[in-house]
Every structure is written in structure tokens, then in C-alpha cells.
């Protein structure tokens, strides 16, 4: 379990620095196209803005979306309980419950840090798992709050946004009025062609570094879940029970899918959508908890 954690934590931090690194190559382009700094303080303001209110309201928004309600302890005193034992055994703090009324079974885990975090979980997840199989989600929600995913991921969207409009921007200047600053001739037309295939490209490369980073840090999360339980076979056992009921949330949202300890669009995904998804496939997740757990 720890080697797994470990891994998973190197291709993350190896995948960030990549996805800067494209940030850095298209801010290159811009500036060989002779309009990069204006445009670019403009696309920096606007990253900025959503980044702030990502970071302060993103969970908020989340929850919204998802159409979750907070609970007390008197609301539901077996999940409030179940929350609070682990967080005890976790050492993390007591993060906010949320009830979602959805026969789907699913949870998620949202938050800027575990000071300011929140874990949902749907009606459907409660009634459908056993007691430790229901432990192994909500340890493997509390494994993404310990291990600031939530935050990552907040990085990540934030991103792949500045990505796409840099992408576009450019795109629109290229086509009017763009021009090389100091290249001429067939450089400049080399580097006119390759900054225009990279325009094209580059929302579809930031979106698969996106889903990269989603599925390590799924992986990581159900090795922290196993660790903090001492039983992987409770979450295995769970991934599975969720896999078989293929009917889709009823407030599934792309932008929030990644959140979810499953995707919410089980039952409604093409073979195309399955390879883009924010989640490796369930069968593997489970494979690699029962070799945990030999």
C-alpha cells in the first residue's frame, strides 16, 4: 500500500510538471506571434479570477450542483458516526456531511484542505452497501481530503481553462493579424505552422494530462481508503456493488465527475466517453486492492 502511494504520488507531481511546462510552451507561441503580452496579462486575470473562486466557493458550487443537503448528527447518526470514527483514526478534522437523494450509489469529497472539507454521499450508496464497505468510500473520500486532491484537482481545472483560452486566443489572432516578432521567412512560417497545430491540439493534450492526473490520484485515494481501514476487500467490495447499478445520477455533471468516487454517468457512457473518463476502470481499482490485500 505504501509503495502504491508512493508511486502514485511521483506520476502526479511528474504530471503537473508537464502540464506547466505546456502552459510555458503555448505562452511561447504567443509571444513568437507578436501579440503574447497584452493578450496574455488579459488570459492571466482571467485564470486568476476563476482560480480565487474556485478556491474559496468551488466546493460550494459542487455541492450545489450536485444537489447535496448538510446533515447533522441527529439527521443521520450512522453516517455521521462512520465519518467521525475514521476522522478519529485518520487524525484529519471533522469535515461537513451532505446527504444527496439519489438511488445512484456514489460519494465525493470536496474542499480546499481538510479545515474545509465536505463529504457526500447518496442515499442510494447508504442503503445498498454494508457497514464496511460503506467505511472503505468514506476512507477512500477522506484519503482525497488528507492528500489535498481536491486542491490539486482545483489546480488542474484551472489549467486546462487556461489552456483552452490561450489556445483560442491565439487561434483567433493567427487568423487575424497574427505575426512573427523576430522570425522570418521559413522559420517563421515553421514556427507559425507548429504554433497553429499546437492551438489546435493543446485543449485535447491539457484534457488527457486532466484525466492522467484524475485517475492517479483514484488510485491513490483507495490505497490511502485501505490503509486508514487495514481491510482493502471493504472498498473492493464496494466498487463493485457500485459498478453493477448502471442507471446515471440524477444531477450528473460533467464538470464535477471527477469528484466522485465512480462516474456518475454509469449507464449513459459511450465506448468514446469510457476512454475520456475521469476514472480508471473499476475493475482494475479492484484488482489492485485485493493484491493490497494478500
Request: hydrophobic residues 50%; aromatic residues 10%; proline residues 3%.
Amino acid at each position: 500500500m505504501y509503495k502504491e502511494i508512493d508511486s502514485n504520488k511521483r506520476k502526479s507531481a511528474l504530471l503537473i510538471i508537464v502540464f506547466i511546462a505546456f502552459v510555458f510552451i503555448i505562452g511561447y507561441f504567443f509571444y513568437q506571434f507578436g501579440y503574447g503580452e497584452g493578450a496574455l496579462i488579459i488570459a492571466a486575470i482571467i485564470a486568476f479570477s476563476m482560480a480565487m473562486v474556485s478556491y474559496f466557493s468551488g466546493d460550494k458550487i459542487a455541492l450545489s450542483t450536485a444537489g447535496a443537503k448538510e446533515i447533522t448528527k441527529a439527521d443521520n447518526q450512522y453516517v455521521w458516526n462512520m465519518v467521525e470514527n475514521l476522522c478519529i483514526t485518520a487524525g484529519t478534522p471533522m469535515p461537513k456531511v451532505y446527504i444527496i437523494n439519489d438511488e445512484a450509489p456514489n460519494a465525493f469529497a470536496t474542499g480546499r484542505d481538510p479545515e474545509h472539507a465536505s463529504i457526500a454521499v447518496t442515499t442510494g450508496i447508504v442503503a445498498r452497501l454494508q457497514n464496511e464497505e460503506l467505511e472503505g468510500v468514506i476512507a477512500h473520500e477522506l484519503g482525497h481530503v488528507k492528500n489535498y486532491d481536491i486542491r490539486l484537482m482545483m489546480v488542474v481545472i484551472v489549467l486546462v481553462g487556461f489552456i483552452a483560452l490561450l489556445s483560442d486566443i491565439l487561434l483567433r489572432m493567427s487568423f487575424f493579424g497574427g505575426r512573427s516578432r523576430d522570425n522570418k521567412g521559413n522559420a517563421g512560417a515553421i514556427i507559425m505552422i507548429v504554433g497553429l497545430i499546437l492551438m489546435i491540439l493543446s485543449p485535447v493534450i491539457a484534457k488527457i494530462i486532466q484525466l492522467a492526473i484524475s485517475r492517479k490520484r483514484e488510485y491513490l485515494a483507495d490505497a490511502s481508503g485501505a490503509l486508514l481501514t487495514r481491510y482493502p476487500e471493504g472498498l473492493a467490495s464496494a466498487l463493485e456493488k457500485i459498478s453493477t447499478y448502471h442507471q446515471p445520477m440524477k444531477q450528473a455533471n460533467s464538470a464535477t465527475a471527477h469528484l466522485y468516487i465512480a462516474s456518475p454517468f454509469f449507464g449513459k457512457e459511450s465506448k468514446m466517453k469510457r476512454l475520456f473518463s475521469t476514472h480508471p476502470p473499476i475493475a482494475d481499482r479492484v484488482k489492485k486492492l485485493r493484491e493490497m490485500g494478500r
